[in-house]
């Protein structure tokens, strides 16, 4: 995977976790907000990131004020400072992952949507159980793939999904005009 | 073959992984009960294809539950063992175990 595409998918991730805190009505919770943008912008020291997020923002919850946005940009300057004097550490990026991950976890409904082209595929599929087997691969999708693999592999199962479905939709199709072919010719 | 009264090997996988799951067996729930299980992965296609022959057959029935939102939207379609299920299962166990019979230990009685 090249490095903007790395970036580009911890910057989804951070996006995901910061609308995760927007729609909590009343209070911020500051894990899946400022902090996780702040740290998904700066990779660094997987250490210091732990101790941070641990120690200082993780447990907090609060209300959205001025004071807020004060206390926010504070503390972004105060981890950017962390980790600018930080080492590089390839275990970070997947810890940084794991915590956007939690962040959205045990929320579906603030989960990414499965991918929109998988799901009109899905629609050609004539099969008459349609509207349960997709409601299923998407609960699915929501509650235990992406916290458990991410959006990426997420989204990629579920195209799968609809491959496997669509191929054997099609398999009997075809199987089914062929049968009907030779009959026809033999009853001749 | 809607008539047909015993039971195919992925039929009473399926039929069982809805006994193990009273009033919550839906399409994921049972796949995921049948995975844990079995380590096989069925498709949700295959699953429904099953239900709903054994649905035309009356040894399961079905009903469709709210709409949530983790489903897009879209409802949960519950089924349930019927009498006629339940004995077409025994039936099938009963074969095994009669087939198995006199064969070596491992094969007879409680074993399957």
Do not use: C
Not at chain 1, 130 to 135: A, I, S
């Amino acid at each position: 995977m090249s490095k903007k595409t790395r970036r580009k998918n911890r910057r989804a991730l951070a996006a995901n976790a910061a609308r995760h805190a927007d729609l909590n009505s009343g209070n911020v919770v500051l894990e899946t907000s400022y902090p996780l943008v702040a740290i998904l912008d700066d990779v660094d020291d997987a250490h210091d990131v732990e101790r941070f997020v641990g120690s200082t923002t993780l447990t907090q919850v609060v209300t959205p004020t001025a004071e807020l946005d004060t206390l926010l940009f504070s503390k972004r300057m105060e981890f950017k400072g962390v980790l600018k004097r930080s080492s590089n550490d390839p275990k970070t990026k997947n810890m940084l992952i794991r915590l956007a991950i939690d962040a959205v976890k045990g929320d579906p409904e603030k989960s990414p949507d499965p991918p929109q082209l998988a799901t009109f595929l899905f629609l050609l599929i004539p099969i008459r159980q349609r509207e349960h087997l997709l409601g299923d691969l998407e609960e699915e999708f929501r509650t235990r793939l992406v916290p458990e693999y991410g959006p990426r592999w997420a989204r990629l199962y579920f195209y799968w999904h609809v491959v496997i479905e669509l191929t054997t939709a099609l398999t009997k199709a075809a199987t089914g005009a062929v049968l009907g072919f030779a009959i026809s010719r033999l009853t001749k | 073959m809607a008539n047909r009264k015993y039971l195919g090997e992925f039929e009473e996988v399926v039929l069982l992984a809805i006994l193990h799951l009273p009033r919550n067996a839906y399409g994921m729930k049972i796949r995921t009960e049948i995975e844990e299980r079995t380590n096989r992965k069925p498709s949700l296609g295959a699953i429904y294809t099953t239900l709903e022959r054994l649905e035309e057959k009356g040894y399961v029935s079905s009903w469709v539950g709210e709409p949530t939102p983790e489903r897009g939207g879209r409802a949960k379609k519950f089924f349930r063992i019927e009498g006629a299920g339940q004995r077409a299962l025994q039936q099938s166990q009963e074969l095994s175990e009669r087939m198995a019979a006199g064969l070596n230990p491992a094969f007879s009685g409680g074993a399957l």
